[in-house]
């Protein structure tokens, strides 16, 4: 695990020296946030935000969903970084929900992966990842680890469903 921390921390500095570098030749510049976009690139002539959410894209208001479960989460778990917000979900939020709270988990698992709660139901690969989380009655964006924002939070906005995300979802 210090390993991989260290690992994970030269690459971040490294990435970090080269976005720098390439933003100060660059002709245009783009980022996904106004913090981003100041962060990277200062006050650069020809800069903007890009808007990853369509509201446009979102569920019709008078759209009906079919609610197979409480809450939902998808991913590849097998990715250390989506396993540490898997596992968080698991040991830490799981025993603070009621009793009668189902969550349903798709996507692939570590081949060892323990079954702990009967409320926990793990669906495996689902082919409609829109659909699976318009199945559920609120979208769990468990992030605890790595950088960036996962498509899985973006998809879950665009169809305007609700979500219960960490601070670094």
């Known amino acids: 695990a210090i390993t991989e921390k260290l690992m994970y921390r030269r690459e971040a500095a490294q990435l970090e020296r080269l976005e720098k570098r390439i ?4 002709s245009s510049a783009a980022a996904f946030t106004s913090e981003d976009l100041v962060a990277l690139f200062g006050a650069h002539s020809n800069a903007h935000v890009i808007t990853l ?22 991913g590849t778990w ?48 689902v082919l409609d990842a829109k659909s699976f989380i318009r199945s559920c009655r609120v979208s769990i964006l468990c992030a605890r680890a790595g950088t960036g924002i996962h498509l899985k939070t973006l998809e879950t906005m665009e169809m305007g469903l609700p979500a219960v995300a960490t601070s670094s979802s």
């Open 78 to 125: 097998t990715w250390t970084q989506n396993r540490i917000g898997l596992e968080w979900v698991l040991q830490k939020v799981m025993p603070l929900l009621p009793k009668h709270t189902q969550i349903a988990v798709a996507g692939v698992l570590p081949p060892d992966f323990p079954q702990r709660d009967k409320r926990v139901k793990f669906l495996g690969l």
């Open 23 to 26: 933003a100060k030749t660059a």
């Open 53 to 74: 959410v369509n509201p446009e894209m979102g569920e019709n208001k008078g759209s009906l969903r079919t609610i197979g479960f409480d809450a939902g989460m998808f």
